[in-house]
T-cell receptor, first 111, second 115 residues
Framework: QQQVKQSPQSLIVQKGGISIINCAYENTAFDYFPWYQQFPGKGPALLIAIRPDVSEKKEGRFTISFNKSAKQFSLHIMDSQPGDSATYFCAAGGGADGLTFGKGTHLIIQP | GAGVSQSPSNKVTEKGKDVELRCDPI?????LYWYRQSLGQGLEFLIYFQGNSAPDKSGLPSDRFSAERTGGSVSTLTIQRTQQEDSAVYLCASSLAISGNYGYTFGSGTRLTVV
């Protein structure tokens, strides 16, 4: 009930391409869906977040798409750059419990 | 402070020794979380605090692990009789409240190596 399933586990994208990472959740009480970006040697940092009252949120090259009926959400990175190479974690939360994290996606952007 | 501060940033210890890891959360954040991250792996939840109280300790891997928080601020994670499998990065995060509606701010972690 509390799981958040993230895919793919790893992803290689050419510079300038679109990176897409997907997550699915089960708990319909979740109402906050953040994405975290982690560089080597650093802790995860909040990248972008969405609430279920909207289907899409865009911040610069980063977009979250949210499908409430399918209980899925995804991160799209447009015009991917080598500096975007990092590990990305999706998460979901709501109510009295904290966030539940996905297992992470290792993204490599090839020059 | 401006961010979540963890110390030490790196710790090398001999098998069997005890270690203490410290986390200083953002001022005013009532919720504090500890995670463990093995090399290239995801985030393994250990324990959270709401104020000084830890309602659920079931994420701690064994009874060698304990954590406390005092004054609703600084938290320490203690590992007794360290084993090689304890080697990992230990991350601390804080948020305004325990509710899942708030984002977490993570520290940079403590890299623990047990030799």
């Amino acid at each position: 009930q509390q799981q958040v399933k993230q895919s793919p586990q790893s992803l290689i994208v050419q510079k300038g391409g679109i990176s897409i990472i997907n997550c699915a959740y089960e708990n319909t009480a979740f109402d906050y869906f953040p994405w975290y970006q982690q560089f080597p040697g650093k802790g995860p940092a909040l990248l972008i977040a969405i609430r279920p009252d909207v289907s899409e949120k865009k911040e610069g090259r980063f977009t979250i798409s949210f499908n409430k009926s399918a209980k899925q959400f995804s991160l799209h990175i447009m015009d991917s750059q080598p500096g975007d190479s990092a590990t990305y974690f999706c998460a979901a939360g709501g109510g009295a419990d904290g966030l539940t994290f996905g297992k992470g996606t290792h993204l490599i952007i090839q020059p | 402070g401006a961010g979540v501060s963890q110390s030490p940033s790196n710790k090398v210890t001999e098998k069997g020794k005890d270690v203490e890891l410290r986390c200083d959360p953002i001022s005013g954040h009532t919720a504090l979380y500890w995670y463990r991250q093995s090399l290239g792996q995801g985030l393994e939840f250990l324990i959270y605090f709401q104020g000084n109280s830890a309602p659920d300790k079931s994420g701690l891997p064994s009874d060698r692990f304990s954590a406390e928080r005092t004054g609703g601020s600084v938290s320490t994670l203690t590992i007794q009789r360290t084993q090689q499998e304890d080697s990992a990065v230990y991350l601390c995060a804080s948020s305004l409240a325990i509710s899942g509606n708030y984002g977490y701010t993570f520290g940079s972690g403590t890299r623990l190596t047990v030799v």
